[in-house]
Protein backbone atom coordinates (compact mmCIF):
# COMPACT_ATOMS: atom_id res chain seq x y z
CA UNK A 1 0.00 0.00 0.00
CA UNK A 2 1.76 3.43 -1.19
CA UNK A 3 2.01 6.33 1.53
CA UNK A 4 -0.38 8.95 2.63
CA UNK A 5 2.18 11.20 3.56
CA UNK A 6 5.95 10.39 2.67
CA UNK A 7 8.44 12.84 4.42
CA UNK A 8 12.01 12.35 3.15
CA UNK A 9 14.62 14.05 4.71
CA UNK A 10 12.97 17.48 5.59
CA UNK A 11 14.78 20.27 6.94
CA UNK A 12 13.79 23.77 8.51
CA UNK A 13 16.31 26.80 9.16
CA UNK A 14 15.04 30.38 9.72
CA UNK A 15 17.30 33.14 8.79
CA UNK A 16 17.18 36.66 10.22
CA UNK A 17 18.88 39.74 8.09
CA UNK A 18 20.57 37.23 5.91
CA UNK A 19 22.08 35.33 8.65
CA UNK A 20 20.95 31.70 9.81
CA UNK A 21 19.89 31.69 13.25
CA UNK A 22 18.30 28.21 14.15
CA UNK A 23 17.44 25.11 12.39
CA UNK A 24 14.77 23.45 14.10
CA UNK A 25 14.41 20.29 11.43
CA UNK A 26 17.33 18.19 11.00
CA UNK A 27 16.50 15.43 7.77
CA UNK A 28 13.14 14.34 9.56
CA UNK A 29 11.33 11.26 7.30
CA UNK A 30 8.35 9.87 8.14
CA UNK A 31 5.90 7.77 6.57
CA UNK A 32 1.91 7.15 7.43
CA UNK A 33 -0.63 4.95 5.55
CA UNK A 34 -4.07 5.45 4.65
CA UNK A 35 -6.16 4.87 8.07
CA UNK A 36 -3.00 4.70 10.02
CA UNK A 37 -2.74 6.72 13.74
CA UNK A 38 1.42 7.71 13.62
CA UNK A 39 2.19 9.58 16.79
CA UNK A 40 4.95 12.22 16.78
CA UNK A 41 7.02 12.20 20.18
CA UNK A 42 9.20 14.54 22.26
CA UNK A 43 10.27 17.38 24.56
CA UNK A 44 9.27 20.72 23.90
CA UNK A 45 11.15 22.36 20.83
CA UNK A 46 12.00 19.16 19.11
CA UNK A 47 10.19 19.87 16.08
CA UNK A 48 7.04 18.01 16.51
CA UNK A 49 4.78 21.19 15.47
CA UNK A 50 6.92 22.51 13.25
CA UNK A 51 6.82 19.06 11.03
CA UNK A 52 2.80 19.09 11.26
CA UNK A 53 3.04 22.83 9.55
CA UNK A 54 5.57 21.94 7.20
CA UNK A 55 3.39 19.59 5.60
CA UNK A 56 0.96 22.25 5.17
CA UNK A 57 2.95 24.68 3.74
CA UNK A 58 1.81 26.85 6.82
CA UNK A 59 5.78 27.84 8.34
CA UNK A 60 6.09 31.17 9.59
CA UNK A 61 8.23 33.92 7.70
CA UNK A 62 11.99 33.44 7.28
CA UNK A 63 11.67 29.69 7.55
CA UNK A 64 13.81 28.26 4.65
CA UNK A 65 12.79 24.21 4.37
CA UNK A 66 14.30 21.63 1.71
CA UNK A 67 13.60 17.64 1.38
CA UNK A 68 10.57 16.05 0.15
CA UNK A 69 6.90 15.81 0.91
CA UNK A 70 4.34 13.83 -0.75
CA UNK A 71 0.67 13.83 -0.02
CA UNK A 72 -1.64 11.77 -1.16
CA UNK A 73 0.78 10.98 -4.10
CA UNK A 74 1.02 14.77 -4.68
CA UNK A 75 4.18 16.23 -4.45
CA UNK A 76 4.05 19.66 -1.98
CA UNK A 77 5.57 23.10 -3.27
CA UNK A 78 8.11 23.54 0.06
CA UNK A 79 7.61 27.18 1.78
CA UNK A 80 3.92 28.07 -0.16
CA UNK A 81 0.79 27.24 1.48
CA UNK A 82 -0.47 23.49 0.89
CA UNK A 83 -3.35 23.06 -2.58
CA UNK A 84 -4.66 20.23 -0.07
CA UNK A 85 -4.76 22.45 2.48
CA UNK A 86 -8.41 21.85 3.79
CA UNK A 87 -8.99 19.50 1.48
CA UNK A 88 -6.80 16.48 1.49
CA UNK A 89 -5.38 17.93 4.80
CA UNK A 90 -6.78 19.45 8.01
CA UNK A 91 -5.29 19.97 11.47
CA UNK A 92 -6.48 20.62 15.00
CA UNK A 93 -4.99 23.02 16.75
CA UNK A 94 -4.09 22.40 20.76
CA UNK A 95 -6.12 24.75 22.02
CA UNK A 96 -9.55 25.69 20.30
CA UNK A 97 -10.56 28.71 22.31
CA UNK A 98 -7.53 30.67 20.51
CA UNK A 99 -8.02 28.55 17.02
CA UNK A 100 -11.65 29.80 16.88
CA UNK A 101 -12.51 33.58 16.06
CA UNK A 102 -14.24 34.87 18.81
CA UNK A 103 -16.52 37.61 16.83
CA UNK A 104 -18.27 34.83 14.50
CA UNK A 105 -20.25 31.80 15.34
CA UNK A 106 -18.99 28.18 14.78
CA UNK A 107 -21.11 27.55 12.00
CA UNK A 108 -20.13 31.02 10.22
CA UNK A 109 -16.61 29.59 10.30
CA UNK A 110 -17.37 25.85 9.12
CA UNK A 111 -19.54 27.56 6.46
CA UNK A 112 -16.92 29.19 5.29
CA UNK A 113 -14.19 26.21 5.19
CA UNK A 114 -16.94 24.80 3.21
CA UNK A 115 -17.39 27.87 0.78
CA UNK A 116 -13.88 28.50 0.30
CA UNK A 117 -12.94 24.32 -0.67
CA UNK A 118 -16.15 22.91 -1.86
CA UNK A 119 -17.89 25.67 -3.19
CA UNK A 120 -21.13 23.77 -2.31
CA UNK A 121 -24.41 26.36 -2.01
CA UNK A 122 -25.73 27.77 1.62
CA UNK A 123 -28.22 25.38 2.02
CA UNK A 124 -25.60 22.23 1.31
CA UNK A 125 -22.93 23.46 3.73
CA UNK A 126 -25.48 24.51 6.09
CA UNK A 127 -26.22 20.45 6.01
CA UNK A 128 -22.71 19.33 5.89
CA UNK A 129 -21.89 21.72 9.22
CA UNK A 130 -24.46 19.99 11.32
CA UNK A 131 -24.24 16.66 10.20
CA UNK A 132 -20.08 16.48 11.10
CA UNK A 133 -21.56 18.52 14.38
CA UNK A 134 -23.87 15.52 14.95
CA UNK A 135 -20.87 12.95 13.92
CA UNK A 136 -18.54 14.33 17.01
CA UNK A 137 -21.26 13.64 19.00
CA UNK A 138 -21.97 17.65 20.17
CA UNK A 139 -25.85 18.04 21.69
CA UNK A 140 -28.08 20.14 19.69
CA UNK A 141 -25.62 21.03 16.80
CA UNK A 142 -27.81 23.45 15.95
CA UNK A 143 -27.51 25.21 19.20
CA UNK A 144 -23.41 24.92 18.59
CA UNK A 145 -23.90 26.03 14.80
CA UNK A 146 -25.03 29.22 16.08
CA UNK A 147 -22.84 29.63 19.46
CA UNK A 148 -19.49 31.48 19.80
CA UNK A 149 -16.10 29.83 21.25
CA UNK A 150 -16.97 31.49 24.81
CA UNK A 151 -20.03 29.76 25.03
CA UNK A 152 -18.69 26.41 25.03
CA UNK A 153 -16.87 24.23 27.07
CA UNK A 154 -13.03 22.87 26.21
CA UNK A 155 -14.27 19.49 25.31
CA UNK A 156 -17.00 20.67 22.87
CA UNK A 157 -14.92 23.46 21.43
CA UNK A 158 -12.24 20.81 20.69
CA UNK A 159 -15.37 18.13 19.09
CA UNK A 160 -16.00 20.99 17.15
CA UNK A 161 -12.38 22.11 16.06
CA UNK A 162 -12.60 18.37 14.66
CA UNK A 163 -15.33 18.86 13.21
CA UNK A 164 -14.45 21.40 11.25
CA UNK A 165 -11.40 20.20 10.12
CA UNK A 166 -13.49 17.16 8.84
CA UNK A 167 -15.88 18.57 6.82
CA UNK A 168 -14.01 18.91 3.38
CA UNK A 169 -13.57 15.21 4.04
CA UNK A 170 -9.39 14.98 4.53
CA UNK A 171 -7.58 12.36 3.58
CA UNK A 172 -4.99 13.17 6.62
CA UNK A 173 -5.72 14.49 9.74
CA UNK A 174 -3.04 16.37 11.95
CA UNK A 175 -3.67 16.80 15.61
CA UNK A 176 -1.09 18.71 17.47
CA UNK A 177 -1.41 17.84 20.96
CA UNK A 178 -5.46 17.83 20.88
CA UNK A 179 -6.33 16.92 24.93
CA UNK A 180 -3.06 18.80 26.30
CA UNK A 181 -5.92 21.55 27.45
CA UNK A 182 -8.74 19.04 28.53
CA UNK A 183 -9.16 16.87 31.37
CA UNK A 184 -8.04 13.61 32.04
CA UNK A 185 -12.36 12.70 31.27
CA UNK A 186 -12.39 15.08 28.40
CA UNK A 187 -9.31 13.91 26.85
CA UNK A 188 -10.41 10.20 27.08
CA UNK A 189 -13.56 11.06 25.00
CA UNK A 190 -11.45 12.97 22.51
CA UNK A 191 -9.25 10.00 21.99
CA UNK A 192 -12.16 7.86 22.00
CA UNK A 193 -13.72 9.91 19.13
CA UNK A 194 -10.52 10.51 17.34
CA UNK A 195 -10.64 6.55 16.78
CA UNK A 196 -14.10 6.26 15.85
CA UNK A 197 -13.93 8.59 13.06
CA UNK A 198 -10.76 6.90 11.60
CA UNK A 199 -12.43 3.62 11.76
CA UNK A 200 -15.52 5.49 9.95
CA UNK A 201 -13.88 7.78 7.44
CA UNK A 202 -10.56 5.92 7.05
CA UNK A 203 -8.10 8.90 6.82
CA UNK A 204 -4.80 8.85 8.46
CA UNK A 205 -3.72 10.90 11.73
CA UNK A 206 -0.64 12.54 12.38
CA UNK A 207 -0.93 12.67 16.12
CA UNK A 208 1.42 15.44 17.72
CA UNK A 209 1.85 14.69 21.35
CA UNK A 210 4.34 14.83 24.36
CA UNK A 211 2.22 12.00 25.96
CA UNK A 212 3.39 8.38 26.03
CA UNK A 213 0.34 6.87 27.47
CA UNK A 214 -1.91 8.10 24.55
CA UNK A 215 0.08 7.02 21.96
CA UNK A 216 0.16 3.63 23.84
CA UNK A 217 -4.05 3.78 23.46
CA UNK A 218 -4.68 4.99 20.31
CA UNK A 219 -1.45 5.11 18.02
CA UNK A 220 -0.29 2.16 15.32
CA UNK A 221 3.18 3.78 15.20
CA UNK A 222 5.20 5.82 17.12
CA UNK A 223 7.99 8.38 16.21
CA UNK A 224 10.23 9.91 18.64
CA UNK A 225 11.76 13.45 17.81
CA UNK A 226 14.95 14.71 19.03
CA UNK A 227 16.49 17.76 18.64
CA UNK A 228 15.10 17.95 14.84
CA UNK A 229 15.80 14.61 14.37
CA UNK A 230 13.58 11.31 14.08
CA UNK A 231 15.95 8.96 16.53
CA UNK A 232 13.94 5.96 16.55
CA UNK A 233 10.35 4.94 15.22
CA UNK A 234 8.20 1.75 14.62
CA UNK A 235 4.98 -0.36 15.65
CA UNK A 236 4.04 1.23 19.13
CA UNK A 237 3.72 -1.80 20.76
CA UNK A 238 7.61 -2.46 20.05
CA UNK A 239 8.99 0.59 20.65
CA UNK A 240 7.27 1.54 24.16
CA UNK A 241 7.95 -1.86 25.36
CA UNK A 242 11.40 -2.58 23.98
CA UNK A 243 13.38 1.10 22.85
CA UNK A 244 16.28 0.74 21.50
CA UNK A 245 17.74 4.49 21.66
CA UNK A 246 18.74 5.64 25.09
CA UNK A 247 16.73 8.59 24.70
CA UNK A 248 13.63 6.73 24.29
CA UNK A 249 14.46 4.92 27.36
CA UNK A 250 14.95 8.26 29.27
CA UNK A 251 11.44 9.22 28.42
CA UNK A 252 9.97 5.86 29.10
CA UNK A 253 11.55 5.87 32.98
CA UNK A 254 10.15 9.10 33.27
CA UNK A 255 6.71 7.72 33.31
CA UNK A 256 5.15 8.37 36.73
CA UNK A 257 3.91 4.80 36.67
CA UNK A 258 7.33 3.54 36.76
CA UNK A 259 8.16 4.82 40.11
CA UNK A 260 7.21 3.69 43.42
CA UNK A 261 6.38 6.30 46.01
CA UNK A 262 9.25 7.95 47.59
CA UNK A 263 11.63 6.46 45.23
CA UNK A 264 12.49 9.50 43.27
CA UNK A 265 12.30 10.55 39.41
CA UNK A 266 15.16 8.94 36.92
CA UNK A 267 16.05 11.86 34.99
CA UNK A 268 18.33 12.05 32.33
CA UNK A 269 21.50 14.34 32.78
CA UNK A 270 22.02 17.35 30.68
CA UNK A 271 19.59 18.77 28.39
CA UNK A 272 18.69 19.05 25.02
CA UNK A 273 20.90 20.50 22.75
CA UNK A 274 19.83 24.29 21.03
CA UNK A 275 19.13 24.12 17.27
CA UNK A 276 21.64 26.20 16.69
CA UNK A 277 23.51 29.42 17.80
CA UNK A 278 26.06 31.79 16.34
CA UNK A 279 26.65 32.75 12.06
CA UNK A 280 26.42 31.00 9.38
CA UNK A 281 30.01 30.16 9.26
CA UNK A 282 29.72 28.46 12.55
CA UNK A 283 29.89 24.65 12.79
CA UNK A 284 26.85 22.82 13.28
CA UNK A 285 27.65 20.48 16.51
CA UNK A 286 29.34 16.93 15.74
CA UNK A 287 28.54 13.67 16.87
CA UNK A 288 24.92 12.58 18.49
CA UNK A 289 23.23 15.53 19.41
CA UNK A 290 21.65 13.14 22.31
CA UNK A 291 25.22 12.66 23.86
CA UNK A 292 24.83 15.18 26.86
CA UNK A 293 21.54 13.77 28.06
CA UNK A 294 23.81 10.28 28.34
CA UNK A 295 25.60 9.76 32.30
CA UNK A 296 28.44 8.21 29.96
CA UNK A 297 28.65 9.38 26.21
CA UNK A 298 30.44 6.91 24.51
CA UNK A 299 33.43 7.59 22.42
CA UNK A 300 31.70 7.06 18.88
CA UNK A 301 28.69 9.79 19.50
CA UNK A 302 31.19 12.16 20.60
CA UNK A 303 32.41 11.93 16.47
CA UNK A 304 29.73 10.73 14.79
CA UNK A 305 25.42 10.22 14.82
CA UNK A 306 25.05 6.77 15.00
CA UNK A 307 21.66 5.08 13.91
CA UNK A 308 19.51 2.87 15.86
CA UNK A 309 21.11 -0.31 16.63
CA UNK A 310 20.47 -3.27 14.98
CA UNK A 311 17.97 -3.66 12.18
CA UNK A 312 15.49 -1.16 11.05
CA UNK A 313 12.03 -1.97 12.73
CA UNK A 314 9.01 -3.19 11.06
CA UNK A 315 6.71 -0.37 9.62
CA UNK A 316 3.67 -2.14 11.27
Known amino acids: MSALLAIDDLSVEFHERGE ?8 VSLEIAPGEILGVVGETGCGKSLTGLATLGLLPSGARPSGRIVVDGQEQRLGEPSPLRGTAISIVFQNPGTAFNPVFTLGAQMDDVLLRHRGLDKKERRARVLHYLEQVGLPDPERVYRSYAHELSGGMLQRAMIAMALVCEPRLLILDEPTTALDVTVAKQILDLVLSLRDRFGFGV ?22 GRVIETGATAQ ?37 WSGSP ?13 RARPRIRCRARCPGIPGTPRPAS
Do not use: F, K
Open 20 to 27: LTNRPLRG
Open 206 to 227: MLITHNLGVVREVCDRVAVLYA
Open 239 to 275: VLSDPRHPYTRGLMNALPARHRQGSGWRRSPGRCPRA
Open 281 to 293: AAPSPSGARWRST
